[in-house]
């Protein structure tokens, strides 16, 4: 069975802090690897798709590594506007339509001033 | 226009009203999504549309009716719910449906069924 996990559940930094994400994931072959970031009571927003092990992706503060088993989100010198839920998600190679994300159960960040 | 717009925002219901929820998107999408997703919890997968036919349903009761008027509009016809199905609905859409596309959620609709 697809399965997505991710560590720690939740994480509290202060800010300026720097710090790591974790998304392990457990697939018979991955098509795609995407990280959303979602506020309370909103929907997730799209941050970054990676699609093969030793892809990077950037943006801002954030940074996201893919291996064959795992992705990281970097988080440098965070603020509390940072502040959210990252949830990690995959597409299986048994979806053969993109459609049927696995999501990850997320990981709540706080930075705090 | 790169958003997905959900109405209501909240909704509280009883367990032998109808309502409904709407979700409208206009950058030209031809897959959308409905997710539920309970408190600290990820998205789970409740129906796709692609190309405004039924792909996926993930053994929804039937007491959650999914239609795709067109290929803006998604709508989910919620009657005879239970308390359990309080929980915040998620709409989404994606380009083709393919694999590889990332989603654009809306804001949702918090929903209470007493």
């Known amino acids: 069975e697809d399965q997505v996990t991710q560590s720690p559940e939740a994480l509290r930094l202060q800010e300026g802090e720097s710090s790591s994400l974790n998304c392990s994931y457990t697939?018979?072959?991955?098509?795609?690897l995407f990280w959303y970031r979602q506020d309370p009571g909103k929907g997730p927003e799209f941050l970054f798709t990676?699609?093969?092990a030793g892809e990077e992706k950037e943006k801002e503060r954030l940074k996201a590594t893919l291996t064959k088993k795992e992705s990281f989100l970097h988080i440098t010198a965070p603020k509390p506007e940072d502040s959210a839920t990252y949830l990690c998600?995959?597409?299986?190679?048994?979806?053969?339509?993109?459609?049927?994300?696995?999501f990850g159960p997320g990981t709540r960040l706080s930075v705090l001033p | 226009d790169t958003e997905v717009t959900q109405t209501p925002k909240h909704l509280v219901m009883g367990m032998t009203n109808k309502k409904s929820l709407k979700c409208e998107q206009h950058m030209g999408h031809r897959a959308m999504y409905w997710y539920k997703q309970k408190a600290k919890k990820p998205p789970e997968l409740m129906f796709v549309?692609?190309?405004?036919?039924?792909?996926i349903n993930e053994s929804v009761p039937s007491r959650f009716s999914p239609e795709c008027p067109n290929s803006s509009l998604l709508n989910l016809h919620l009657h005879a719910l239970q308390p359990e199905d309080s929980a915040l609905y998620l709409c989404a859409s994606s380009r083709q449906g393919s694999v590889g596309e990332k989603l654009f959620f809306g804001s949702g609709t918090q929903l209470s069924v007493l």
């Open positions: 998600a995959v597409h299986p190679i048994s979806d053969n339509y993109g459609q049927n994300f696995v």
């Open positions: 990676l699609y093969s």
């Open positions: 549309y692609s190309y405004e036919k039924l792909s």
């Open positions: 697939v018979s072959g991955l098509r795609g």
